[in-house]
């Protein structure tokens, strides 16, 4: 019960940085119909950021209040992650817009090994560890000598994602850009005969998930204490998967995907064995996607001639 | 878009141009400045310090300013000057391209046939190492393994992620079966071949119904799930240590070592290890020659006319009665097939095989080698082969850099970034990539070249 109360509580932390950056692959499938392979470096990237920044902030302003640096480094890393996304999408996927389906899928790829490599020539490959931003917690429950704890900076996570997936989803469904992207969604063409200006919708979506995807960076580096280069990849894919669970393009179901997936890879990693717990992973993306292409709240796809 | 249009009328629009220059300035500066220009290092008590950098970002911001400012002024209306002229002309390739296409490819076989010998003839057996090695093995196993992706993704429409995975299967066939059965090269070739083929249709099982991207990330969730599995089944694979000590590959028995009956002491020649690799040289030319034959008739055959048909529109080839399950497991077990070859000859030909040799990234390059060589045209894979494989092993090369960068500049750190940048640029470029027009396989009358934009692509 304890081992179960505790794994619950990092898998939905886990879970939760998931969760913000199935967003950005959700939405930008949702929008234009693309899997943009490059978000799990993005993720990565904007890791970077949050790092280069907190390590300004103290080392170089010798700020004191690590509650002030922090929300500091994570406005700065939204900002800088949006641009970066925003550029991305400029240069590499709308020159490719109404090509052939695979080429964006291909130059997502290339931009992905770009963002990665470029970071590892910028920075250096090592690892890039930072001192705890802050320790301590609550103890949930102590029996049998096996304490559970939530620590602070699992509940900051929690908050933080909490706070952010309402404010989203308050941008998505009550204002006018919400409108236009949910109207570009259903119909691009339709949309712009509207008076929707359709490629700046787009180029917002992308900046809406780099800025969740710089939330869960920020959250990752202070949650982890570490980053490197190559940690795009893996939480990438477990985003993706998160996302098609969850039914890609709805947003709902993305949340969910990430703490589906949390949930399954801190359990699977409590109970059966932490070497294969990315084999589980990806076995449930290609189980889902085979049995269950739609997910959880997807719309079933309608094939036409 | 729009101040293309207009610079194309009346020349190019300065203000604009400058205006557009210094925002991609600011945007660059903002992205490139933090990672860029401050650097973040371990200092001796192991806690990380900055190092400002802001020369090489005020180099790389000006780099960007200028390029976009001189793009739009003199590139970009030059471009569109061209599409114009060319939009004009009817199309009609010249004699001299009709003869290039003629000749090209038995042209460059018979090249390939003579280059090693080229090599030596000029460098010597000892000078030749690096060429016949580096270069030629190198590529010809990315051109086998291009074409043999290229008759899932080119042919048959099929976007496979995971194509490495089965490189892998035949590369730890080929390594656990030599160095614990002590079975010959010769006879695990064909059986490498055959376990990856059974993998393709395993794997391909279950991924049938899936189309387009959910079958692409499908099969890298695949690709994955075997490069962990290798990774984590130490008592089999040896995890990621690797195996290493994988017998040589024999010619008619005979080894090549420096023992009283190897190859250079039954020649009577002196010592070199040069002659391994000229014959490991000409072993892989065949394999990928095989592929490339194989494929050629096939396309001939009902069930490449079913691949080519299944590519172009699932539906209809359904409606025909065409068996698209058979059909699209011919086409991953074939695959499948020769990604195992290829992987039982780079064990061979490395002597060690350990799960790094099979990431994702390696799918990704053979992907992006057939995409930009124009999906499904063999010449075109080829040479997105050489260019892609031959310029980023160039890269190694370019030790004189260091005399302008200082001895801290490494040119091999920026290949994959280089690589990267090449497949955004070239998909930017040329969509449809290198050789964007085919022959049909099957025509009516007369024979004309297709156009690769009339070409959908799978929807398997």
């Known amino acids: 019960m304890e081992v179960f109360l505790q794994q619950l509580i990092n898998g939905i932390t886990l879970g939760s940085i998931y969760g913000l950056i199935a967003i950005g692959y959700t939405m930008v499938f949702g929008i234009i119909g693309m899997v943009n392979f490059s978000h799990g470096d993005v993720f990565m990237t904007s890791a970077f950021f949050a790092l280069i920044f907190l390590l300004v902030l103290t080392t170089v302003f010798g700020m004191s209040s690590m509650i002030l640096a922090l929300i500091i480094v994570l406005v700065i890393a939204m900002v800088l992650t949006s641009l970066l996304s925003w550029a991305i999408e400029r240069i590499a996927y709308r020159p490719l817009r109404g090509s052939f389906r695979l080429a964006p899928l291909i130059s997502a790829i290339g931009m992905s090994i770009v963002l990665s490599n470029f970071v590892q020539v910028a920075q250096g490959p090592r690892n890039k560890p930072i001192p705890p931003i802050f320790s301590g917690g609550f103890e949930v429950m102590n029996s049998n000598n096996f304490a559970v704890t939530l620590s602070y900076k699992q509940m900051m996570i929690w908050i933080v994602t909490a706070v952010l997936l309402v404010a989203f989803w308050y941008i998505v469904q009550k204002t006018p850009l919400g409108r236009a992207q949910r109207a570009c969604e259903q119909d691009r063409k339709m949309a712009a005969l509207l008076g929707i200006n359709v490629d700046r919708t787009i180029s917002l979506t992308f900046v809406m998930g780099a800025a969740l995807a710089a939330v869960a960076g920020t959250l990752y580096l202070s949650y982890y204490g570490v980053v490197n280069f190559s940690d795009g990849f893996v939480p990438g894919v477990k985003a993706f998967t998160a996302a098609v669970l969850g039914g890609i393009g709805s947003l709902p179901g993305a949340v969910i995907g990430g703490l589906l997936i949390g949930l399954i890879e801190t359990f699977w990693s409590g109970y059966f064995s932490i070497d294969y717990k990315d084999v589980a992973a990806f076995s449930i993306l290609a189980i889902v996607l085979i049995f269950m292409p739609q997910g959880l709240l997807g719309r079933p796809e309608v094939e036409k001639v | ?460």
């Open chain 2, 1 to 460: 878009m729009a101040a293309e249009d207009t610079a194309s009328k009346h020349g190019p629009d300065i203000a604009a141009a400058v205006k557009d220059a210094l925002l991609s300035g600011v945007v660059a500066l903002a992205l490139f400045g933090p990672l860029v220009g401050l650097r973040t290092e371990q200092n001796m008590r192991n806690e990380l310090v900055i190092q400002g950098r802001w020369g090489l970002v005020a180099a790389i911001v000006a780099v960007i300013v200028i390029g976009r400012f001189l793009i739009l002024t003199l590139v970009a209306p030059a471009l569109a000057q061209h599409r114009n002229r060319a939009a004009a002309r009817p199309e009609h390739p010249s004699a001299l391209r009709q003869a290039l296409g003629k000749w090209f490819a038995p042209a460059s076989i018979a090249f390939l046939f003579l280059y090693p010998v080229l090599i030596v003839s000029l460098l010597g057996f000892q000078g030749s190492l690096k060429w016949v090695d580096n270069f030629g093995i190198q590529i010809l196993i990315y051109v086998m393994l291009g074409w043999g992706l290229n008759i899932v993704v080119g042919l048959a429409g099929l976007l496979d992620l995971g194509y490495v995975a089965f490189y892998a299967v035949g590369a730890y066939s080929y390594a656990l079966l030599s160095s614990h059965f002590g079975l010959s090269f010769w006879i695990l070739l064909p059986m490498a071949g055959i376990f990856a083929a059974l993998w393709g249709i395993m794997l391909g099982f279950p991924v049938l119904r899936l189309r387009g991207d959910y079958l692409a990330i499908v099969t890298l969730a695949f690709g994955e799930i075997i490069r962990l599995v290798l990774i984590n089944w130490r008592e089999l694979t040896n995890g990621s240590a690797g195996i290493s000590s994988i017998p040589k590959v024999t010619l008619f028995g005979i080894r090549f070592d420096a023992s009283p009956d190897g190859f250079a002491k039954m020649f009577e020649l002196p010592l070199s290890s040069a002659y391994y690799k000229i014959f490991l040289y000409y072993l892989i030319l065949l394999l990928a020659l095989l592929t490339a034959f194989v494929t050629i008739r096939l396309r001939k055959l009902p069930v490449g006319r079913a691949w080519e048909a299944l590519r172009e529109d699932e539906i209809a080839c359904r409606s025909l009665g065409i068996n698209t399950t058979n059909t699209k497991l011919t086409a991953f077990a074939l695959g499948a097939l020769f990604a195992g070859f290829a992987g039982s000859f780079f064990a061979a030909r490395q002597g060690f095989v350990s799960p790094e040799s099979f990431t994702f990234m390696e799918s990704a390059i053979i992907v992006a080698i057939v995409v930009l060589g124009g999906m499904g045209s063999m010449v075109g894979v080829a040479l997105a082969a050489v260019a892609m494989i031959g310029g980023t092993e160039l890269l190694r090369e370019l030790a004189f850099l260091k005399a302008i960068f200082g001895d801290n500049f490494n040119p091999d750190q920026f290949r994959m970034l280089i690589f990267g940048l090449a497949m955004v640029g070239i998909m930017i470029w040329k969509p449809r990539g290198f050789v964007s027009s085919r022959e049909p396989t099957i025509f009516l009358a007369e024979k004309k070249a297709i156009s690769g934009s009339l070409v959908k692509e799978g929807h398997g």
